[in-house]
């Protein structure tokens, strides 16, 4: 396309607070840099965009895509990618379902800025994906619990109870489980994150923050703590549900949300592929920034220093 004025995209709103959709935007396509920074802004705005019809029918076009954001990354730190695909991740019902609130891949120290999902196989019903802003969290919280939340550090990791459902009765879910831990990851990131494009503040905790830095604090005190925070991310003002149809993708800013894909399908056969886009190391409101415990992910993805100029595009 040639044209000399750039189309202006047209996202709709799905809810007051995160996502917003556009049907028939061709993805495969050779997007002008132009449209990238719109849909950058889009997302920037929405956290969570959804493109129907959107003309993406192989791993090849949403890797090509995906790259138009930023660096990706391999497709997990543990788990094998799609066959000969090192940047695309089956997420699977053969695998269990992501049936828990989480943010991608939070036990690293760069965890990836943004991720994309896209239909392969879908069931007859059921087997939305639920995505919720963390930044309305963090507005919803009263003043005190704010100030209180701004002080906080977890310690994300991937080696925990809960890392692959056990409510799951799949035949290889222990194979998984091993899989999933092979290397232990353990980070420590602020509660509350500063987005690094908008400046706009998130809970940034899920299911892999699975206890707080505070010193004397045990264990099980530390996951109330969480669980007050987090009944904020999963507050129906701050949800939205996406439906998925054959031919869509699925873009989420990682920094400010969390999803969730209910098991809602009656074990019928779901495969979404997955492939993300590498991120920055989360800086908290006082500027420090996360640090790793433990497992090295350099491997997994580079780190991709990001800062705003003063309209929220990238420098
Ligand atoms: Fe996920």
New binding site residues.
């Given amino acids: 396309m040639s044209t000399t004025t750039e189309t202006r995209l047209e996202f709709r709103k799905l809810s007051a607070r995160v996502g917003a959709e556009i049907r028939g935007l061709d993805l495969s396509s050779d997007l002008s840099d132009a449209t990238i920074a719109q849909i950058r802004e889009a997302l920037n705005t929405h956290k969570a965009l959804v493109f129907r019809e959107a003309n993406v029918h192989d791993d090849e076009t949403q890797v090509r895509f995906a790259s138009r954001f930023g660096p990706l990354t391999q497709a997990h730190p543990t788990v094998a990618s799609v066959e000969g695909k090192p940047a695309v991740l089956p997420?699977d019902s053969e695998n269990g379902s992501?049936n828990n609130w989480?943010?991608?891949v939070t036990f690293v120290v760069n965890p990836p800025q943004a991720?994309t999902l896209r239909s392969v196989t879908l069931p007859a019903y059921g087997g939305e994906t639920l995505i919720a802003s963390s930044a309305g969290a963090y507005q919803d919280l009263p003043e005190e619990l704010r100030d209180f939340a701004d002080t906080l550090w977890a310690v994300h990791t991937n080696d925990y109870d809960y890392s692959v459902p056990k409510n799951l009765e799949h035949a290889n879910a222990d194979e998984r489980r091993k899989e999933f831990t092979r290397i232990h990851f353990e980070t420590a990131h602020p509660v509350v994150r500063v987005h690094p494009l908008t400046g706009e503040r998130g809970l940034f905790i899920g299911g892999f923050a699975q206890r707080l830095r505070i010193v004397g604090l045990s264990n099980t005190e530390s996951k109330d703590i969480l669980r007050l925070l987090q009944a904020y991310v999963t507050r129906p003002e701050n949800v939205v549900r996406v439906n998925w149809e054959p031919d869509q993708l699925v873009l989420f800013d990682n920094r400010i949300t969390q999803?969730y894909?209910p098991d809602n399908y009656d074990g019928q056969p779901r495969q979404l592929n997955?492939v993300t886009v590498a991120g920055d190391v989360p800086l908290g409101i006082d500027g420090r920034s996360s640090t790793s415990i433990q497992g090295d992910s350099s491997v997994y993805s580079e780190t991709v220093e990001l800062r705003a100029d003063v309209s929220g595009a990238p420098l």
């Fill in positions: 997420v992501a989480h943010t991608d991720s999803h894909a997955r």
